[in-house]
């Protein structure tokens, strides 16, 4: 990718970011996720969270000498690029200092390249996971909380071999997301030796899903792997092959975890499983406590990874001792990972202090973070399995 010169009126918003002596008075911080499109019931615990790190840092007075941190929500449509792109320019309009997200892997692709390069604006996703942002030329703006896909193909592969799965179909939501997922699991499931009988795409928004599933149900396998969204085509395709008898037990990725799928399905879909992004100790336990008492669920799928996001980009800025994404962009790997003391959820305050101090601090949070490489997180996924039709955790890997 050509390195793309800044944008005269975008750029001259940002500088504006780095007020006298680097303090400010208000930071801004932009939440572009899917509030409307196929992972709607997601987003509102994901915004939620990531707000509930800006009260935090707001609350301790400690952040840059006392700043106010405003979240600003933006709607990504989660698979719609010029809906994405014209949100997170208007972001930048409203003079953002950092941008959370975008969500789902296309979209976001779309904005970094189109958006936040342009305008040299940090961004952190909580959720997009295509292996394929992992490569993708960000000068140096790019950073993700939630594992790659490559990861968890792997980890995929893993838990269908442990439950004797020997076969699988395997249909994917037509997207950078669907096809990088799909590859990782197709390719990481042979290599442990099973057999990938079908590999079809399938688009989003359709009523009908039947010339789809019989064209999976000719194919056959002991398995359909759905690697969509919940809230529209994964569940059409899962109902579609309920009604036809096809098969009656799903392998459920990422994509597809949370309570409106169970919820939508019904009884039939107990007993399918899969994964997402996750971990286990006292940072998830602590986080789900706290959302808890601010009134949301803490354990909806990549609403930790949602609060750890806010938390890196202020943590940076302090860091920085400025908002100039230009100044902290390479901070956040520093107060991401060792050495340092660790910092968990609830602990900002002290973060601050740390920093401003000189000292140095490792940000565990609620996602158990460490990043890596083109800065996206080495990742730990928790297993799921549908029982009495609630997303029952039922291991970690």
Same mark, same amino acid.
């Given at each position: +990718?050509?390195? $793309?010169?800044?944008?005269?009126?975008?750029?001259?918003?940002? &500088?504006?970011?780095?007020? &006298?002596?680097?303090?400010?008075?208000?930071?801004?911080?932009?939440?572009?996720?899917?509030?409307?499109?196929?992972?709607?019931?997601?987003?509102?615990?994901?915004?939620?969270?990531?707000?509930?790190?800006m009260k935090e840092a707001t609350d301790s007075g400690k952040l840059l000498d006392g700043a106010t941190v405003i979240g600003i929500r933006a709607d990504s449509a989660c698979i719609d690029n010029g809906v994405a792109v014209?949100?997170?320019?208007?972001?930048?309009?409203?003079?953002?200092?950092?941008?959370?997200?975008?969500?789902?892997?296309?979209?976001?692709?779309?904005?970094?390249?189109? !958006?936040?390069?342009?305008?040299?604006? !940090? +961004?952190?996703?909580?959720?997009?996971?295509?292996?394929?942002?992992?490569?993708?030329?960000?000068?140096?703006?790019?950073?993700?909380?939630?594992?790659?896909?490559?990861?968890?193909?792997? !980890? +995929?592969?893993?838990?269908?071999?442990?439950?004797?799965?020997?076969?699988?179909?395997?249909?994917?939501?037509?997207n950078d997301y669907g096809k990088g997922l799909a590859d990782a699991i197709e390719s990481s499931f042979k290599a442990v030796g099973g057999e990938v009988t079908i590999v079809a795409a399938h688009e989003d928004g359709k009523?009908?899903?039947?010339?789809?599933?019989?064209?999976?149900?000719?194919?056959?396998?002991?398995?359909?792997?759905?690697?969509?969204?919940?809230?529209?085509?994964?569940?059409?395709?899962?109902?579609?092959?309920?009604?036809?008898?096809?098969?009656?037990?799903?392998?459920?990725?990422?994509?597809?975890?949370?309570?409106?799928?169970?919820?939508?399905?019904?009884?039939?879909?107990?007993?399918?499983?899969?994964?997402? &992004?996750?971990?286990?100790?006292?940072?998830?336990?602590?986080?789900?406590? +706290?959302?808890?008492?601010?009134?949301?669920?803490?354990?909806?799928?990549?609403?930790?990874?949602?609060?750890?996001?806010?938390?890196?980009? $202020?943590?940076?800025?302090?860091?920085?001792?400025?908002?100039?994404?230009?100044?902290?962009?390479?901070k956040i790997l520093e107060v991401a990972n060792a050495p340092g003391e660790k910092i968990y959820p609830g602990e900002l305050a002290k973060a601050f202090e740390l920093i401003k101090a000189g000292t140095d601090v490792d940000?565990?949070?609620?996602?158990?973070?460490?990043?890596?490489?083109?800065?996206?997180?080495?990742?730990?996924?928790?297993?799921?399995? !549908?029982?009495?039709?609630?997303?029952?955790?039922?291991?970690?890997?």
């Amino acid at each position: +990718m050509k390195k $793309m010169l800044l944008a005269t009126t975008a750029a001259a918003l940002v &500088a504006t970011g780095a007020l &006298a002596g680097g303090h400010a008075k208000e930071v801004k911080l932009g939440i572009e996720f899917g509030f409307t499109g196929p992972i709607e019931s997601l987003t509102g615990p994901m915004a939620a969270g990531a707000e509930l790190a800006m009260k935090e840092a707001t609350d301790s007075g400690k952040l840059l000498d006392g700043a106010t941190v405003i979240g600003i929500r933006a709607d990504s449509a989660c698979i719609d690029n010029g809906v994405a792109v014209a949100s997170a320019e208007r972001l930048i309009a409203e003079g953002i200092h950092g941008l959370i997200g975008a969500d789902c892997s296309g979209v976001t692709g779309a904005v970094l390249q189109n !958006v936040a390069i342009p305008n040299g604006m !940090v +961004m952190i996703s909580p959720s997009a996971t295509s292996p394929g942002l992992s490569t993708m030329e960000d000068n140096g703006l790019f950073f993700r909380t939630s594992p790659s896909d490559a990861r968890e193909g792997q !980890v +995929m592969a893993e838990i269908l071999v442990e439950r004797g799965i020997k076969s699988i179909a395997l249909t994917y939501t037509n997207n950078d997301y669907g096809k990088g997922l799909a590859d990782a699991i197709e390719s990481s499931f042979k290599a442990v030796g099973g057999e990938v009988t079908i590999v079809a795409a399938h688009e989003d928004g359709k009523a009908d899903y039947s010339a789809e599933v019989g064209a999976l149900a000719s194919a056959g396998g002991d398995l359909l792997v759905v690697a969509g969204y919940l809230d529209q085509g994964g569940a059409g395709i899962i109902r579609s092959a309920l009604d036809a008898g096809a098969w009656d037990t799903f392998g459920l990725p990422g994509g597809m975890i949370g309570d409106n799928l169970p919820a939508t399905i019904g009884p039939d879909l107990d007993g399918s499983f899969g994964q997402i &992004a996750g971990s286990q100790g006292n940072g998830i336990d602590t986080f789900v406590a +706290m959302a808890e008492a601010a009134g949301f669920d803490g354990s909806s799928p990549y609403t930790p990874e949602a609060y750890d996001a806010a938390a890196l980009f $202020m943590m940076a800025m302090q860091a920085a001792n400025s908002t100039d994404p230009a100044d902290y962009k390479d901070k956040i790997l520093e107060v991401a990972n060792a050495p340092g003391e660790k910092i968990y959820p609830g602990e900002l305050a002290k973060a601050f202090e740390l920093i401003k101090a000189g000292t140095d601090v490792d940000y565990v949070g609620a996602s158990a973070v460490e990043l890596i490489g083109p800065g996206e997180s080495a990742g730990t996924y928790r297993m799921i399995e !549908v029982k009495d039709g609630k997303n029952e955790t039922v291991g970690f890997k």
